[in-house]
């Protein structure tokens, strides 16, 4: 073989190709050079982006929009922990990209070298695996490795560290390595407890209020077609959380929509009175269980999920399966008929009835009217990125996500300033298709640098700025448990964004009231390229419903309270100076 | 169901074998997946196995069964694990080494020395007013060594840590 020549740097950009990368977000530096180098002429786009935070959203951005891997590469110290958001969001929210750090060369190890920093320790909790590359001949198991560790199983993120006296020196062994995975072994799509299945769907056929509970489970195992089959079959109301978006088309009759925390009325209902609860990849998170004593207490649980700890960590399954999801369900749908659901169905719809979401102009400006005119205006076919904070609450509510993988948002970890880039990240993927970042004034300007790379690569995302002059979920806890002592919430001071915009030269668009929302979205979803649409909110509005932090999901604050608000929080403000934790 | 704390009541204590690829970082990985759940390792013993590619574990720790069951799956989801298992209230076979200093004035020598002989222990060194002593057998072997040294006033111990091996031909 002619591999002889390589350098371990070109080898690593070898093994990429191999691996079909497309795209590498970096920011280079003194140990990476080597690596960036033989990217040169490589084929492989390098984006250059302006923080490095915003190379590993991008990435995983690009990887949920399209389920193949997102590749990061950024030098040592403080360029590789800048990356640790970034695997913190991947790891939470399950998503497969591949992370390369540049490092001090090996003979300097530990020594307090110039921009050393132990990033192999210090990423240890956020990574699914991890290497410290100490020979340039182990490059082509290790990238094999990572690429097979990221992808497969639960997906998450893999760091290679990589000195940079390996990247130089060469590497002498094949490219087709041997993977040496003694300890790692994914199961087989066909192996899962096939009688534990129909015993499931014996229980489903005893069930008279049943509830499907879509996570992001079965968003990445693209589970769409078994679970329609699932649903229409059983004629079951549908479930979803915050990242099972578009798993099932929440536009469908069965759906129900969002549960949990921001959740709709009637998915919560029916969550609270079902007699038997069937999650797909959900986690149970405590965000959509509220408090768990009170959960579906006497509802027959059933659990699927391909990763076996997350069996009987939060609550103890009636029946489970460890699998996936698409093939546990192609083999359940096999097993089941028609459910007699009419009695439970007219439940839900009174509560449908009865508890609509509801958009509203009255009051001026607010976040709900412009979600719900994009929907309409893009048939929920628009691939939808979000940020944290109220607006990713009501996106979530009045966005209905109707095709799998469209709907990109930071779930586990909450990462203010993941949106932007995230959806960077997702044209990149789907270059055709309409890219919607949805974004707060606070979390935007987290990441806004990356405006430079959206315009270099004229990627044409609109994104939408919800300016509310306010930390706004912060806002909402503060006014609904804290008596409306607000602390650290006014973003007094923010930016001209159409000015910012401009600076970069980006077009940007205006919405200071009801009446230019229609108007503008329409203009700006058909503007061509790159564009900031500037949306000047009112400022104060809280999302509702809500299911305050720690409270049964049947505790929920249906609407906007008549009275004082901190009426309506009597219980919870006893609390109120013992900040709860769990802050989004 | 809900994960609930034990309060002050005593906590049970749970030996569990594990088996890695020895790779570097598997024990900081291992032992960060106790310690994310505030559970403390009270001993742990790590040699290679008999293939040398492979180490073996034994690790004693404290703590509510349910918060353990989650410690072995994720320590099972490492990488570089091939298995871990809870063997605690098994029959298995737990053996610990432990080196005591013991201060000994002469009148108080053939005292100390009945009770290593009781022990089936060794005197390994000795001075004018000590005893160096090696014991081995089961943690509870060990502990009752412990306790009765005391009275004579213990200089130093260090103790192996306990290591446990499945019986017949069943893998540890
Ligand atoms: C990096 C980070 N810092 C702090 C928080 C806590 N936090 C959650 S929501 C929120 C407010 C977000 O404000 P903004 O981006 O303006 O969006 P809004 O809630 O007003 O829609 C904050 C500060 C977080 N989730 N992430």
Redesign the pocket.
Known sequence: METKSLSGAEVLIECLKEQNVEYIWGIPGGVTIPIYDALVDSGIKLILVRHEQGAMHAAEGYARATGRPGVVCVTSGPGATNTV?GLLNAYMDSAPVIVITGQTVTSMLGKDAFQEGDIFGMTLPVVKHSYLVKDANDLPRVMKEAFYIAQTGRPGPVHIDIPKDVATSPCTVPLNAEMDLPGYKPRDLEDFDREEVERIAGALRRSKRPVLYVGHGAVISNACSELMKLATTLHAPVVNTLLGKGAFPEDHELSLGMFGMHGTVYANKAVSECDLIFSIGGRWDDRITGKLSEFCVDAVKIHIDIDPAEINKIIRPDYYVIGDAKHVLRELNKHISRLDTDDWWRKIEKWRNKFPLKCSKKGGLKVPYIVDTLYRLTKGEAIIVT??????MWTAQFYKVHKNRSWISSGGA????FGFPAALGAQFGRPNELVVAI??????Q?TMSELATMMNNNLPVKIIV?E?R?????RQWQELFFDNRLSGVD?TGNPNFALIAKAYGCKSFRIRRNADVERTLKEAIEYKGPCLIWAELIKEDNVFPMVPAGAPLSKMIISPPKSAPTEIAAKPAKRRRKPRSE?? | MNAKKNGNKELPKHTISIYVANKPGVLMRVAQVFARRGFNIDSLVVSESQDSRFSRMTIVSTGDAETLEQIIKQVSKLVDVLHAKDHSGEDVIEREYALFKVETPTEKRTEVLQIVEHFKGQTLDFGEDYLLIGISGATEKIDASFELFKKYGILEVVRSGKMLMARGREET
């Open positions: 958001t940020d944290v904070g109220q607006h990713q909450g990462t203010m300033g974004v707060g004034d606070g979390g935007f987290m919800m509310n306010y930390l706004g979920m912060v973003l802050e989004k």
